[in-house]
T-cell receptor
Framework: NAGVTQTPKFRVLKTGQSMTLLCAQDMNHEYMYWYRQDPGMGLRLIHYSVGEGTTAKGEVPDGYNVSRLKKQNFLLGLESAAPSQTSVYFC???????????FGSGTRLTVV | DQQVKQNSPSLSVQEGRISILNCDYTNSMFDYFLWYKKYPAEGPTFLISISSIKDKNEDGRFTVFLNKSAKHLSLHIVPSQPGDSAVYFCAALNRGSTLGRLYFGRGTQLTVWP
């Protein structure tokens, strides 16, 4: 019972490079979310999905894109990484009728 | 504009004493509240929650109090233990919203010293 799995756990990118962060959940959850955590800023919502094939913008979507082609996977893409995107990224999921999220263990991304 | 606020970035408490973490919210549509605990290099984990129809919920050493008129909730940890040292996030939800989104505060770093 893995819950929410994020890959990779760590990554260093050069400015301008692209990458995709993968979030996979095995709980058949409808809702999935991408957050970033920065010192003193708490958890800020980047994008979210309320079901397979749907995505929507959160508070800080600029510079990111997402896709939810399969219910169990939620991908976060950075097309051209910038140092301001250095952060810890958390994925979370929630089932229909549940109120709380299950979080992944995070991806620490450094853009140099 | 932050709808959930944790105004104390940090709290330091001696082992065995009570820890009180505070949270304020502005949106009157919020009707469910949660606390999450986060250790370094791990994702947040659910700790305790409370519905707006209650004013208190207790789970072992952890109690959450809700004051709807003041739009304020607090988490009490009694007695505090060194293993409680973590970042605590307050979160709120409008259960009537189809988005299912939690709104988080910025967190409070709790340090429990021996």
């Amino acid at each position: 019972n893995a819950g929410v799995t994020q890959t990779p756990k760590f990554r260093v990118l050069k400015t301008g490079q692209s990458m995709t962060l993968l979030c996979a959940q095995d709980m058949n959850h409808e809702y999935m979310y991408w957050y970033r955590q920065d010192p003193g800023m708490g958890l800020r919502l980047i994008h979210y999905s309320v079901g397979e094939g749907t995505t929507a913008k959160g508070e800080v979507p600029d510079g990111y894109n997402v896709s939810r082609l399969k219910k169990q996977n939620f991908l976060l893409g950075l097309e051209s990484a910038a140092p301001s995107q250095t952060s810890v990224y958390f994925c979370a999921s929630k089932g229909q009728g549940n109120y709380g999220y299950t979080f992944g263990s995070g991806t620490r991304l450094t853009v140099v | 504009d932050q709808q959930v606020k944790q105004n104390s970035p940090s709290l330091s408490v001696q082992e065995g004493r009570i820890s009180i973490l505070n949270c304020d919210y502005t949106n009157s549509m919020f009707d469910y509240f949660l606390w999450y605990k986060k250790y370094p290099a791990e994702g947040p984990t659910f700790l305790i929650s409370i519905s707006s129809i209650k004013d208190k919920n207790e789970d072992g050493r952890f109690t959450v109090f809700l004051n709807k008129s003041a739009k304020h909730l607090s988490l009490h940890i009694v007695p505090s233990q060194p293993g409680d040292s973590a970042v605590y996030f307050c979160a709120a939800l409008n259960r009537g919203s189809t988005l299912g989104r939690l709104y988080f505060g910025r967190g409070t770093q709790l340090t429990v010293w021996p």
